[in-house]
């Protein structure tokens, strides 16, 4: 029989991580609290009936918190994510910073990304200041990276990354930045990784900074995609201290959808064409008055703000981008690990992935016949997106099957399979994939949007409007405020909006 955690330890640990952590799950998601939390319990090797234990234990919550924020953090980046951002941090933000501070005669930037996952964002940085800069040996530059994943800051500084991490069009050629390592994969090169620092931080309960600069020193913080999930005081908390570090002129940058968290009196909302920052006391002449307008009343709901112009284009790419890469497999509900499933195995597994072997990963998975249970699952997806980030498409899709035989009626499956397909421009193919996925489930927002987002590329506008107007039904019967899981955080209601934007173009 399947076991599932009582409501009440539920309720234990979703006040414990908010505690901890900050990231607030809402009684809606409790069930994937409960995958999280037997995912914990898997990886440390206890049984179930341990877990409250181990998280009151003052000797072993420490091992507890990291585990359980491996699981609940683990984020999906890339290199130049966003691309008009780093577009306009090219041609315009940085140029004008770097303008300003030789007319000065003070040589120094300081960045800071928070959240950074695996240090994909603070590397672009790095390489666009470095391509920026003939003279960069001159200057003392400061990124500093943070995360309260311990096992991500790991990787990024390790700085070896497969292919998936290079799914975008890069905004100038970075060839020259990294090295080929085994496997298909790249290093930084060190001359870049030397650029940026990697530190943990928990936002919530970190207030200070271990770079000894002190507050109101920062140039640019970037705090993307982790606002929505902190609760309502532990954002304003969190949006407070990092307005505290930013210097007068700082630009505070997250993503389009965390925008209405950020407001006050010391911050300003200012916008490109379809970029979107904040500018903490902003004078008039800290950019061109061409180039960026302001916007009304920051204490109001961003839903008021007139945001005009907006670039349709831009908005596009903010639906495309959520469904490029397919969230976590998530598993029938119930479906709890096998006992058979050693912590020595488990460990052979994360090994030889960390290393890129995934023949040998694979051969894990099938020697041991753990291909109905949670772990597995997980597992084979991963294979699949390292396979696809290598661009061994072939192994990619035969291991998709894989997941697919697994549970047929399960529309994700299909979705990760569709997105290798449409990575390799085979449209037809992802549409049919497609298709299956709404066999399994009609009302399945993400293949829609998907579908949608294909038949714009292919030129078929009539048919792309057709499936916005199947997603704006679905999300019509939901809650406004309900997050999209397959959406990294996005509501419904912005959802709505985006695609309304899309429909008027």
């Known amino acids: 029989m399947n076991e599932k955690f009582d409501i009440n330890v539920l309720i234990e640990v979703q006040q414990f991580i908010l505690k901890h952590t900050g990231i607030l799950f809402d009684d809606d998601h409790l069930q994937d609290l409960n995958r999280h939390l037997t995912s914990v319990c898997s990886d440390l090797n206890i049984p179930l009936s341990s877990c409250i234990h181990y998280m009151k234990d003052s000797s072993l919550n420490n091992q507890f918190v990291d585990a359980l924020v491996h699981h609940i953090t683990i984020g999906e980046t890339y290199f130049f994510r966003d691309k008009n951002l780093f577009l306009y941090l090219r041609d315009y933000l940085f140029p004008d910073l770097i303008q300003k501070r030789r007319s000065e005669g003070k040589l120094f930037i300081r960045i800071w990304s928070a959240a950074c996952s695996s240090g994909e964002e603070p590397y672009s940085l790095a390489i666009l200041l470095n391509h920026l800069l003939s003279d960069i040996n001159s200057w003392d530059i400061y990124i500093l990276g943070t995360d309260i994943n311990q096992k991500m800051l ?51 309960r970190d207030t200070h900074f271990f770079h000894g600069l002190g507050p109101s020193s920062l140039d640019i913080i970037f705090c993307r995609n982790v606002l929505m999930y902190f609760s309502k005081n532990q954002s304003r908390d969190v949006v407070s201290h990092l307005i505290y570090s930013l210097r007068t002129g700082g630009f505070l940058i997250v993503s389009p959808q965390e925008i209405g968290i950020v407001s006050g009196q010391k911050i300003q909302l200012l916008h490109h064409g379809s970029v979107f920052l904040h500018v903490k006391n902003s ?223």
């Open 154 to 204: 790991e990787r990024a500084r390790v700085g070896i990354y497969s292919r998936w991490s290079f799914r975008d069009d890069p905004i100038l050629p970075i060839g020259q930045y990294f090295t080929p390592y085994p496997d298909n994969r790249m290093k930084i090169n060190e001359s870049i990784k030397k650029m940026v620092r990697f530190e943990r931080m928990n936002l919530i």
């Open 283 to 505: 004078p008039k002449k800290i950019v061109p008055e061409k180039t960026l307008e302001m916007t009304p009343d920051l204490n109001t709901d961003i839903s008021q703000f007139e945001i005009e112009p907006v670039n349709l284009e831009f908005q596009e790419e903010e639906i495309s981008d959520v469904f490029r890469s397919v969230p976590d497999y998530n598993i029938t509900d119930g479906v709890q690990p096998s006992n058979n499933h050693s912590l020595e195995e488990k460990n052979s597994f994360n090994s030889f992935f960390d290393e890129n072997k995934l023949q040998e990963t694979g051969i894990i998975i099938e020697r041991n016949s753990i291909a109905q249970n949670r772990l597995a699952l997980k597992q084979i997806e991963a294979i699949i997106r390292e396979y696809a980030g290598a661009r061994e498409y072939e192994k990619a899709l035969g291991w998709s099957e894989r997941l697919i035989a697994q549970d047929p009626l399960h529309p994700r499956a299909y979705l990760l399979k569709a997105a290798i397909l449409d990575e390799q421009g085979l449209y037809v193919q992802s549409l049919q994939v497609l298709r299956q996925s709404l066999y399994a489930n009609p009302d399945y927002l993400p293949a829609h949007l998907a579908i949608a987002g294909i038949y714009s590329k292919i030129g078929k506008p009539d048919l792309a409007r057709h499936h916005y107007n199947i997603a704006v039904d679905i999300l019509n019967m939901m809650d406004e405020d309900k997050v999209l899981e397959e959406t990294e955080g996005i509501s419904a209601s912005k959802m709505k909006e985006m695609i309304h934007l899309l429909l008027k173009g």
